[in-house]
């Protein structure tokens, strides 16, 4: 079993839709939870940090930890044409920092016009 | 623009060559890591650099090395390449090693293509 578990995709919504993004981890000492999103032809670049269990929010996204299913959420509202990308999962022990990252494959979400 | 600045980005060569790639991390960052990229494995930690200093290794082949250098610009060298070899290279940069907030910043990545 990987550590971080993440749907490959492609997952295609229609503008407008609320997307729900997931992944799964089988490591409990994970603390620190992050989102990256990744355009084609880009490097990821950091779109939410949440540290142990709870909700986040930033204008239309929101991260979601629970720990105790070693599940974590990113929402998208109101998607964008711009959305689409993949999202990539990412986790690391307690002391944070970049150190560590585990990745998980990444989401490739097509939002349409 | 992340700041972080990745030589050369496309790059194609033989089976059993060798290739240098190159990479300028954010203006201050000290820590320099090295992630490969590709379909079946998705993003694979390779090596972390911090001032110079080796910090961590992931899953590096032993064909593959890397350096910091003392202005802080990293170099990875890949050897004896197969066709395995093929993927997106991306080099990070980090303004703290061991706290902060886990975010990296990713140049755009080298292509290298193995035939």
């Known amino acids: 079993q990987k550590e971080v578990e993440q749907d490959p995709g492609p997952l295609s919504v229609p503008e407008g839709a609320i997307v729900s993004l997931n992944c799964t981890y089988s490591n409990s000492a994970f603390q620190y939870f992050m989102w990256y999103r990744q355009y084609s032809r880009k490097g990821p670049e950091l779109l939410m940090y949440t540290y142990s269990s709870g909700n986040k929010e930033d204008g239309r996204f929101t991260a979601q930890v629970d720990k105790s299913s070693k599940y974590i959420s990113l929402f998208i509202r109101d998607s964008q044409p711009s959305d689409s990308a993949t999202y990539l999962c990412a986790m690391t022990y307690s002391g944070g920092g970049a150190d560590g990252l585990t990745f998980g494959k990444g989401t490739h979400l097509i939002i349409q016009p | 623009d992340s700041g972080v600045t990745q030589t050369p980005k496309h790059l194609i060569t033989a089976t059993g060559q060798r290739v240098t790639l190159r990479c300028s991390p954010r203006?201050?960052?000290?820590?320099v890591y090295w992630y490969q990229q590709s379909l079946d494995q998705g993003l694979q930690f390779l090596i972390q650099y911090y001032n110079g200093e080796e910090r961590a290794k992931g899953n590096i082949l032993e064909r593959f090395s890397a350096q910091q250098f003392p202005d802080l610009h990293s170099e990875l060298n890949l050897s004896s390449l197969e066709l395995g070899d093929s993927a997106l290279y991306f080099c990070a940069s980090s303004s703290t090693s061991a706290r902060g907030t886990g975010e990296l910043f990713f140049g755009e990545g080298s292509r290298l293509t193995v035939l």
């Open positions: 203006s201050g960052d000290l820590s």
